[in-house]
């Protein structure tokens, strides 16, 4: 179903379409853009999927590091991310992938050929976008946004563009699998299977009720019927983009295999300490996914640090911060020391030389490597998988997660049958990724299948045991371990529940507000007069009526 092989071919028959039909000077319109008659249809949609992959990719990495799956970079939230950062994520979702659509749109409509799957498709694509926007930004221009006439499209509401969704995706259901329809050249995430398009539909539809369940007092019953038809996706129906192992020309690889896997060590990217340690030593039974998330160059951190200068990591002859020590948070690396070197929410030290010390992403999501105990130093750009992973989209256990979400606020069946069912699908996904390795490595380092069932009935006894509050805490920590490679649903869960509440703050003690969405694009307040950029990161998208400020509590 995963069509891994087309991605590298894609890509170049992607650069050959842009870069040799749009250099006719002859051509009156602008030379760097192709008319709807220029343009093939499905090499249109080849770049919509591939530019889906590459924007989830970014964007799902602020979500990341607000929620601690990956290291945050910042003494204060609003110094992490600059806006003139989002620029990519706003012109590749507006000027590519949406563009492209409507593109691809126009041109079906002059033909007199049946091109309903691609349409569904590019409305299911369109409706994830508009919402993954709304989710960070807030209001965004649509209903003008492509209207060629007005070079200021004025932004809606989030609630607008929801709906747009919702309207997308009901049009795409009614399209799927329509008699005479063509299938797509290349469809690299559901070979065709467009049941499978139809059941992801539904469940973008399942996240946009869920997501406003605060403020939508139909939301939950609108979630629940698609439940009751089971029209949603599950095992083995995962969406997420597959990178491929091309190196050169071009180079299919995961961008986070690119940034790691390199001469001199995984570059400047830390992993995260709080997810490190919660998944090592957050139960009595190590998390199965530890080796298959993180690959150690070293078996302990504190012998690889000078005790004198702390060169390596300074953190180590530091006095730990008050409110650290004050509230018996985990510093500067795991408990129980087992070589895993990360960093801290919020660290922003210099970068000292400890390229070959750090710890780097491993075989999920980014297609490196399986630590096997072997310790050895990342000095090349050819190992484990070798950039073959995944960008996970939406994913089948986080359906089961939200329905354990709704079970806790008064929904339908056990909160702890789901959550064990989500924990269960997305542990046998991981161990799929050892079959990627290009490499041997020590298979008997594979945890063994019982250590799955102990690791998740310890999960679920520490739940069943806790108060509505640990509960809450335990749902939310499962779930963001489960999101490496995307953490738009951990950004939208903490926002919207505020647990894990005993998640690591903040390294600053004074880090400002929470960011309840992003800045607008820098380039996007330059050229567009009805855009005003925020005063400061406290604005909230339309469906968050959390309190305005100390929430999440622990930021």
Excluded at 145 to 152: S, V
Excluded at 215 to 234: C, H, K, L, Q, R
Excluded at 410 to 417: C, I, L, N, S, V
Aim: one cysteine or more.
């Amino acid at each position: 179903m995963k069509n891994i092989k087309y991605i590298a071919l894609l890509m170049l028959g992607l650069i050959t379409l842009y870069s040799c039909e749009t250099t006719d000077l002859d051509k009156r319109e602008n030379p760097n853009f192709l008319s709807p008659d220029q343009s093939d249809i499905d090499l249109t949609m080849n770049a919509v999927l591939i530019r889906t992959g590459e924007f989830t990719n970014t964007i799902g990495s602020y979500g990341s590091r607000f929620t601690r799956i990956r290291n945050m970079a910042g003494n204060t939230y609003q110094e992490v991310f600059g806006a003139a950062i989002f620029n990519t994520v706003w012109n590749q979702a507006y000027a590519d992938i949406i563009n492209d659509i409507r593109t691809m749109r126009t041109q079906i409509e002059t033909l007199d050929i049946n091109y309903d799957n691609h349409l569904a498709v590019g409305e299911v694509i369109e409706a994830y976008l508009i919402v993954t926007l709304v989710d960070y930004f807030g209001e965004i221009p649509y209903t003008e946004a492509f209207d060629i006439e007005n070079l200021n499209p004025a932004p809606d509401n989030g609630s607008v563009v929801y709906q747009a969704a919702l309207d997308l995706l009901d049009d795409a259901i009614s399209k799927f699998g329509s008699e005479g329809s063509l299938e797509l050249a290349n469809d690299f995430f559901y070979g065709n299977d467009y049941d499978t398009w139809e059941k992801l539909a539904n469940t973008l539809k399942m996240k946009i009720y869920i997501q406003q369940r605060l403020v939508n007092p139909s939301a939950m019953s609108e979630f629940e019927a698609i439940v009751n038809s089971g029209d949603y996706i599950g095992e083995g129906e995962d969406f997420v983009f597959n990178w491929g192992s091309n190196i050169d020309n071009p180079n299919s690889r995961h961008p986070l295999y690119n940034a790691q896997y390199q001469p001199g060590g995984p570059g400047t990217w830390y992993m995260s300490n709080w997810l490190m340690d919660r998944m090592l030593n957050g139960r009595a039974v190590e998390d199965p996914r530890m080796r298959y998330y993180f690959y150690r160059q070293v078996d302990d951190v504190l012998s690889n640090v000078n005790p004198d200068s702390g060169a390596e990591k300074r953190c180590v002859i530091q006095t730990i911060p008050p409110h650290y020590a004050d509230n018996n948070v985990l510093y500067c690396f795991p408990a129980n020391d087992r070589g895993y070197w990360g960093r801290d929410h919020g660290q922003d030290d210099g970068i000292p030389p400890d390229g070959f010390e750090r710890t780097a992403f491993g075989i999920y999501p980014a297609g490196g490597r399986f630590d096997d105990d072997s310790f050895e130093e990342i000095d090349d750009n050819n190992y484990g998988a070798e950039g073959n992973g995944i960008t996970p989209i939406l994913l089948a256990s986080t359906v089961d997660f939200w329905r354990a979400e709704a079970a806790l606020i008064g929904g339908p069946g056990a909160a702890d049958e789901f959550l064990r069912s989500a924990m269960e699908k997305h542990i046998a996904y991981v161990r799929t990724f050892a079959n990627r390795s290009a490499s041997t490595f020590d298979a008997s380092l594979i945890p063994d299948a019982s250590q799955d069932d102990d690791y998740i009935n310890a999960v679920i006894s520490d739940f069943n045991a806790g108060s509505t509050e640990e509960k809450l805490n335990i749902h939310a920590e499962q779930l963001f371990i489960s999101l490496l490679g995307n953490g738009t649903d951990a950004y939208n869960f903490y926002r919207r529940v505020g647990a894990p509440t005993n998640i690591q703050p903040n390294l600053e003690p004074n880090p400002g507000p929470f960011p309840r969405t992003i800045f607008y694009p820098a380039g996007e307040v330059q050229a567009n007069s009805n855009i005003s950029q925020k005063p400061n990161l406290s604005v909230k998208t339309f469906w968050d009526n959390n309190p305005d400020t100390g929430f999440p509590v622990n930021n």
